[in-house]
């Protein structure tokens, strides 16, 4: 049974539709004090772009290839293997990570919705983080439909910006 204790995670979500809208959140969300984990780095690309803004990033990938080539581009950044759905590995990774940026391929459909919640809901319990950026247009388009009930009365919701990023 629920009760008022359960589930207070204080991690903002941040969800983006595209890789332009999840880079721009870097100078918005990263502040020089943080540290970063990237999911889903491949070759190292977003997580260069973060690296100015932050004390400390890592980029991970499942893929060796990537991630032996994102070394080889980026030798002055950590790049680590990682599965993402291996919460207990980032945790081993030894750092305090105060943000997370997930570009994980194949969790923008509809069909995935459900791991992503998962997915973030198992990064924000073990990791902690102030908040977690992902590149998920299902989750956006779900999120931007959501309301939190208040009590009392009807809130509205903007339906103009669910039919933008249709």
Known sequence: M?????????????????VREYRATIPVWVTKNDVVLEIGCEWGTTTVEIAPFCKEVVGTDISAECIERARQRHPEIEFALLDAFDVR????????????????????????????????????????PEAIVIKSGALKQFASRCVPWRGGERAAVDTNEAEDDE
Request: hydrophobic share 45%.
């Open 2 to 18: 629920a009760n008022e204790r359960q589930f207070k995670l204080k991690t903002q979500f941040i969800a983006t539709r595209n």
């Open 89 to 128: 590995a980032a945790l081993d990774l030894g750092k305090k990570f105060t943000k997370v940026y997930i570009d994980v391929s194949g969790l923008s459909g509809y069909r995935s919705l459900l791991d992503v919640i998962a997915l973030l809901t198992a990064y924000a319990t073990v990791l902690r």
